[in-house]
């Protein structure tokens, strides 16, 4: 499937966008436009209340494409997602993307059974819900990125290096959208900068899905169980604007069309918004 999305070179990508109450994440929205981004993508996780502050963020911008990284499949239903799209204006469905994800067994359980056979039933239930050219899948391995590019516009892989970048475009083929986040890191001292990704990991490399992908990327077990410099250094970019922009390159390179930042604060830095660091990142527009 040809996609025919302009999400300009790099896009945000925040939690905040979802976390944050109406107001609040309805002005980071109208800023993030103003900057010069042309998709802000607004993270999903678990939370059933995503469609709502896609709303907000839509009626708080004028022209930036909404994009959802990711829609839970098990928390917002076929049914309901084609009913909020029936709803929404002409206008406003042409700026939204709907990233859909298939989510993770340990947080499901015995239903999350065949991911890639579960998101092609949650496709069809759609109906005349939003087009495929409105929808992008988290797909990490061959299946699901075989469906994103026979079912939907593409893909948005989440916790990837280049590598898996350009293992996703050989697998979609040249015409399908390719949109990888990359957490950032404004911080140009090493430990610090390693420090603040590893604890923005969190729980997730402790999530198959995630571990799968990068060990059929070459990564051992000592990188994944350790978090290694190696592991960090490629899944995070980290430095000044200039590193910062080497990286987004190399995304590019491989075969992205465009890479969704997610600003990850420096190690000790006090918590903040992370507006500051976008208009910085908006010269890599």
């Known amino acids: ?34 900057m010069g981004f042309r998709a802000i993508w607004v993270a999903g996780g678990g939370s059933p209340d995503l469609l709502a502050a896609v709303d907000d963020l839509l009626g708080a ?3 930036a494409i909404i994009a959802t990284g990711i ?29 859909l994800g298939v989510s993770h067994a340990p947080r499901i359980g015995a239903a999350w059974g065949r991911p890639v056979a579960t998101m092609a039933r949650y496709l ?49 083929g040249p015409a399908a959208l390719l949109a990888p986040e990359l957490g950032v890191i404004l ?8 420090e603040a990704a590893r604890a923005a990991l969190g729980v997730a490399l402790q999530l198959p899905n995630y571990v799968n992908s990068l060990r059929r990327l070459g990564f051992t077990e000592d990188d994944v169980g350790a978090l290694s410099d190696r592991l960090i250094d490629a899944l ?3 430095g000044d604007l200039e590193a910062i922009d080497g990286r987004v390159r ?9 890479v969704c930042l997610q600003v990850i604060p420096s190690a000790g830095a006090a918590p903040a918004s992370p507006r500051e660091a976008w208009r910085e990142l908006s010269a890599l527009l």
């Not at 300009?8 to 993030?32: F, H, K, N, Y």
């Not at 190399?250 to 465009?258: C, K, P, Q, R």
Request: net charge neutral; hydrophobic share 40%; aromatic share 6%.
């Open 124 to 172: 069809d239930g759609l109906g005349d819900g939003p087009p495929p050219e409105r929808l992008c899948l988290a797909a990490l391995g061959p299946g699901m990125l075989d469906l994103a590019r026979d079912r939907t516009a593409g893909a948005h892989p989440y916790l990837v290096p280049p590598e898996h970048t350009a293992m996703a475009r050989e697998r979609l």
């Open 61 to 63: 911008t004028s022209c």
């Open 236 to 238: 995070f970019a980290w």
């Open 250 to 258: 190399a995304h590019l390179d491989a075969g992205a069309d465009h």
């Open 187 to 194: 911080e140009p001292e090493p430990g610090k900068a390693r």
């Open 1 to 34: 499937m040809t996609h025919a999305l302009n999400l300009g070179r790099v896009g945000i990508w925040a939690r905040d966008l979802r976390d944050a109450t109406p107001s609040v994440r309805a002005q980071a929205a109208a800023e993030a436009e103003a």
């Open 71 to 99: 829609l839970n499949i098990w928390r917002i239903g076929p049914e309901q997602l084609t009913a909020w799209w029936r709803g929404l204006s002409p206008e406003r469905r042409t700026r939204v993307l709907l990233g």
